[in-house]
């Protein structure tokens, strides 16, 4: 099934200063573009699939081998970039750390500091490229991190936010500082949508 580039809901510019509208731009209409475009070279040459992209993500042994690699990385581009542009947000009402998964954070975690520092701590020891990420593993909240465009779900656990750590992620703004975008990102978070997807 072909897959889409959809448009952001907000204009690049909404989250400065956080996120700078440059990088905005060329993060959406150039890095997860092309993954979108690779994505369906890949699902060209199998045009009798019918998966839906995220049982394809989360049954990789299913994908023909000859794309596996392809729908991997690229299928995990798309998925995670789709799910990265939903849990930013320059809503301010949306931004507020409220609803059962801020509850149910403080429980696990113990507080929203000490939530904050585990998944700072989770982007940081991410060598190279990849995610760090709040998911559900077995109904139990847990944060974890993943390498390139590799999903959770591969490992059979449901996001429910996700911080991109690829360079091209912060370094216009934040160059080589990456513990400063982490520290940063917290300020745009949609609340509102990593308790949706809790619930
Ligand atoms: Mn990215």
């Given at each position: 099934m072909k897959q889409v580039l959809?448009?952001?809901?907000?204009?690049?510019?909404?989250l400065e200063p956080v996120i700078d509208a440059k990088t905005m731009?060329?993060?959406?209409?150039?890095?997860?573009?092309?993954?979108v475009d690779r994505l369906n070279e890949a699902l060209a040459k199998h045009p009798e699939l019918k998966m839906e992209l995220d049982e394809m993500i989360s049954n990789l042994n299913k994908v023909p081998e000859d794309i596996r690699i392809a729908v991997k990385n690229n299928g995990g581009g798309h998925l995670n970039h789709s799910l990265y542009w939903?849990?930013?947000?320059?809503?301010?009402?949306?931004?507020e750390f409220k609803g059962e998964v801020a509850d149910a954070i403080v429980k696990e975690f113990g507080s929203f500091e000490k939530f904050k520092e585990l998944m700072i701590?989770?982007?940081?020891?991410?060598?190279?490229?990849?995610?760090?990420?709040?998911?559900?593993?077995?109904?139990?909240?847990?944060?974890?991190?993943?390498?390139n465009q590799d999903s959770p779900l591969s490992e059979g656990k449901k996001p429910l936010l996700c911080i991109d750590v690829w360079e091209h992620a912060y370094y216009l703004k934040f160059m080589n500082k990456r513990m400063d975008y982490l520290k940063e990102i917290w300020n745009v978070i949609n609340w509102k949508k990593v308790d949706e997807l809790f619930l």
């Open positions: 959809h448009p952001l809901e907000y204009k690049y510019d909404a731009e060329i993060h959406h209409s150039k890095h997860h573009s092309t993954y939903e849990i930013i947000t320059p809503d301010k009402k949306k931004r701590d989770s982007g940081m020891k991410r060598f190279g490229s990849g995610w760090a990420w709040l998911v559900l593993n077995k109904g139990k909240l847990e944060i974890c991190s993943t390498a």
